[in-house]
């Protein structure tokens, strides 16, 4: 399974742009890249997926270049409700390949400052 | 409301006791999923179910134990021999390959 790579914690002021970014040099053929948010004592969210180029949904964009190495989740215009835990998976998602195995990380700790 | 459920929300065990945490979904979903997060941590998997009937151990299985008789429920049972508990537990399900619906979790502490 591929291994993810994110910093460990981020600060932002309230209306920013955020970009975090996560490496995943081994990323596999089949492997898709998927974010998920979670708020302390609750479980993660789904927030957002992609294979290749770029994702877009109502609450973030999903930037992957061409080599699939790395990837940078978007989030347009922070508020305080945004401070959270953001996880980077990397997993083949299809149901014979080992999708039940994706593992969750450290992630990168967001901070939104007023 | 389709959804996953969690109960109890916080559990306390004494030393020795074994625990069964509940969850159930009525998304149908055919992947369940158990996680265990300690403090700071990210999700380890305890242990997955892709169909009922059948469930695979996941990275840190040891001292716990999963039935899967029913497509909506994945009871975890926290036996004596996990020596180290205390922590917030984890549910979730996914139809094959898309993306995992989380419960709101169990927090439970040895006593």
């Known amino acids: 399974l591929a291994k993810t790579t994110q910093p460990i914690s981020m600060d932002s002021y309230e209306g920013q742009e955020v970009n975090i970014t996560c490496s995943h040099n081994?990323?596999?053929?089949?492997?898709?890249i998927t974010w998920y948010q979670q708020f302390p004592s609750q479980g993660p969210r789904f927030i957002i997926q992609?294979?290749?180029t770029k994702v877009t949904n109502e609450v973030a964009s999903l930037f992957i270049p061409a080599d699939r190495k790395s990837s940078t989740l978007s989030l347009p215009r922070v508020s305080l409700s945004d401070t959270a835990v953001y996880y980077c998976?990397?997993?083949?998602?299809?149901?014979?390949?080992?999708?039940?195995?994706?593992?969750f990380g450290t992630g990168t700790k967001l901070q939104v400052i007023p | 409301d389709g959804g996953i459920t969690q109960s109890p929300k916080y559990l306390f065990r004494k030393e020795g006791q074994n625990v069964t945490l509940s969850c159930e979904q009525n998304?149908?979903?055919?992947?369940m999923y158990w996680y265990r997060q300690d403090p700071g941590q990210g999700l380890r998997l305890i242990y997955y179910?892709?169909?009922?009937?059948?469930?695979q151990k996941g990275d840190i299985a040891e001292g716990y134990s999963v039935s899967r008789e029913k497509k909506e429920s994945f009871p975890l049972t926290v036996t004596s021999a996990q020596k180290n508990p205390t922590a917030f537990y984890l549910c979730?399900?996914?139809?094959?390959?898309?993306?995992?619906?989380f419960g709101p979790g169990t927090r439970l502490t040895v006593l």
């Open positions: 979730a399900s996914s139809y094959p390959g898309f993306e995992q619906f």
């Open positions: 081994n990323i596999a053929t089949n492997d898709y």
């Open positions: 992609g294979y290749k």
């Open positions: 998976l990397v997993g083949d998602m299809t149901p014979s390949g080992g999708y039940q195995k994706v593992t």
């Open positions: 998304l149908n979903h055919d992947a």
């Open positions: 179910s892709q169909i009922v009937n059948d469930f």
